[in-house]
């Protein structure tokens, strides 16, 4: 357990870090990207190939292992889009574009103390809060049998019900 917390923090460590020197925690700097007709900032592009090589060995070794390095849980099995999925990406797209922030940069901007952040912050976990209870109570109402302890931030499994 201490040693997958470890490697949470440190990953998280790293990320923060990589976020900091890539001048991503800087909404206007993502602002820019997202502005093609006017002064457009391919900055957050090179970011973003930058960590596909990452990401592709990350993903390889799981593969290989069959699952993570430092948990039970495998990859997930579902291949298709469904309107969760899709509902979730127009939500992040929208919250990205008018806001500059995503989740991750979000969290570790809130060092900078800027009320902006703080904001944007609040309003992300009040709706994965209300998300949260939202789901839980829509399967209380819908299942006959019971469901298995599920992490809160993965909802309930399709399987559950």
């Given amino acids: 357990m201490a040693r ?5 923090l440190a990953a ?11 001048g991503m925690l800087d909404p206007e700097k993502v602002l820019g990207f ?21 990401a592709w060995v990350g993903f390889a070794v799981v593969r290989r292992l069959g699952r993570p390095l430092l948990a039970e849980a495998t990859l997930p099995a579902a291949r298709f889009i469904d309107r969760k999925l899709i509902g979730g990406a127009i939500l992040f797209g929208v919250g990205w574009g008018l806001a500059g922030y995503c989740p991750g940069p979000a969290l570790a901007s809130l060092g900078f ?3 902006q952040t703080g904001l944007f912050v609040m309003a992300m976990l009040t709706a994965m809060i209300g998300l949260d ?3 839980r109570e829509s ?5 006959t049998k019971s469901i298995p302890d599920v992490d809160s931030t993965l909802g ?3 399987d559950a019900c």
């Fill in 12 to 22: 998280g460590l790293i990320f923060g870090i990589g976020l900091t020197f890539s």
């Fill in 156 to 158: 309930v499994p399709d």
């Fill in 133 to 135: 209870f939202r789901n």
């Fill in 34 to 54: 997202l502005d093609f007709v006017g002064d457009w900032d391919p900055s957050l592009a090179f970011v973003m190939a930058g960590s596909i090589p990452v």
């Fill in 4 to 8: 997958r917390i470890l490697a949470a």
């Fill in 139 to 143: 399967t209380q109402d819908h299942c």
């Fill in 113 to 115: 103390l800027r009320w």
